[in-house]
């Protein structure tokens, strides 16, 4: 049984088996039936109750169990919880699984080229914090989270060692 959350907005649960090139099961206490065909591992051709859908799978996260899909040309953003989720979203235990990174350390040996952001600065998930130098290559260090920058222990122009933190949340 799985409890599908899309767009934010409905919730649905689910309990569907796949045979073949069909499918059958509960959808909202709904018995749903019907026929796909995989055009591609991202594309599919879905035939229910007469009616036909097309849909793309645009984006896969197996950790946060979210995807997107297009169906007919709409998107819809879906987030996957199974009974273990649920249990967890019971007991309180939820939010234990997003570990939450609190610094950036040096990949590897390099000079510190430039430093992007300032102390006091809020960052999301995958904003540029530094410009690293190794190797001959320019490497952009992103933020790993959300968070408010509390500490930049790099300086601008100096030497750093592999694991060096160079970034504190």
Known sequence: MYSIDVNGTANFKTE??????????????KLVTG???????YQYHFLHHGKSYNIDLVKINHDEKTLVLKVNSVR???????KYDELLHSLGLDNLAKKKINEVKAPMPGMVLNILVSEGDIVKKGDALLILEAMKMENILKSP?????????AVRGSAVEKNQL???F
């Not at 569907?16 to 206490?29: A, Q, R, T």
């Not at 968070?147 to 930049?152: A, D, E, L, Q, S």
């Open 16 to 29: 569907l088996h796949i045979d073949g090139n069909s499918f059958k099961g509960m959808l909202n206490d």
């Open 35 to 41: 026929n796909f065909i995989k055009i591609n591992p």
């Open 76 to 82: 819809f953003s879906l987030r996957l919880k199974d």
């Open 145 to 153: 989270s959300d968070g408010v920058v509390k500490k930049i222990a």
């Open 166 to 168: 160079l970034v504190q």
